[in-house]
């Protein structure tokens, strides 16, 4: 019930279209859904997260789109550039308790 | 916005040696630090939760007397790897709590034992 499932496991977008990464949850006390960007040797930073109150959350290029009858949030890069490449993950926390990762998304943009 | 600094980037030793891994919240005080560790391709596993001024609490299936985490004052927390060996060879990352929904995160220690 703690699993923050996330798909895919990899992408490869072209430079300027939209990169999309999903992630599923089963703990119905989760109320906090962060994402993090991840470059090699380099810890996560956070990207942009959303509480369950509302369905989207845009942020720059950068939108969450969150479906709480689902249990479902999904990560929207517009425009997608070769700088965003990096390995990005969903978390979840019931409050400020730990964070539940996902497995991670390599991203990659080419030209 | 609030940091965590984390030293060493990187380190080798030699196997059966300790390491220490210093994580200090620059401009906040970090009631809550959380140590993660990483494989490589794989996502961040939580090793242990410590709160200021008491005992760490491990995920099970972490051993508490081979990964010594102290976290004595609001901005520092380390951890100290006892005993290394190759397996323990990984990326560790340490995260702060900042108010309420907030993390932050280290820049993570690459460990090499060899």
């Known amino acids: 019930q703690q699993q923050v499932k996330q798909s895919p496991q990899s992408l490869i977008v072209q430079k300027g279209g939209i990169s999309i990464i999903n992630c599923a949850y089963e703990?119905?006390?989760?109320?906090?859904f962060p994402w993090y960007q991840q470059f090699p040797g380099k810890g996560p930073a956070l990207l942009i997260a959303?509480?369950?109150?509302?369905s989207e959350k845009k942020e720059g290029r950068f939108t969450i789109s969150f479906n709480k009858s689902a249990k479902q949030f999904s990560l929207h890069i517009m425009d997608s550039q070769p700088g965003d490449s990096a390995t990005y993950f969903c978390?979840?926390?019931?409050?400020?308790?730990?964070?539940?990762f996902g497995t991670g998304t390599r991203l990659t943009i080419i030209p | 916005g609030a940091v965590v600094s984390q030293h060493p980037s990187w380190v080798i030793c030699k196997s059966g040696t300790s390491v220490k891994i210093e994580c200090r919240s620059l401009?906040?005080?970090?009631?809550?630090m959380f140590w993660y560790r990483q494989f490589p391709k794989q996502s961040l596993m939580l090793m242990a939760t410590?709160?200021?001024?008491?005992?760490?609490?491990?995920e099970q299936g972490v051993e508490k007397d081979k990964f010594l985490i102290n976290h004595a004052s609001l901005t520092l927390s380390t951890l100290t790897v006892t005993s290394a060996h190759p397996e323990d060879s990984s990326f560790y990352i340490c995260?702060?709590?900042?108010?309420?929904?907030?993390?932050?995160f280290g820049s993570g220690t690459r460990l090499t034992v060899v």
């Open positions: 959303i509480r369950p109150d509302v």
């Open positions: 978390a979840a926390t019931p409050g400020n308790e730990k964070l539940t």
């Open positions: 703990n119905t006390a989760f109320d906090y």
């Open positions: 401009d906040f005080q970090a009631t809550t």
């Open positions: 410590s709160n200021e001024g008491s005992k760490a609490t491990y």
């Open positions: 995260s702060a709590s900042v108010g309420w929904y907030g993390y932050t």
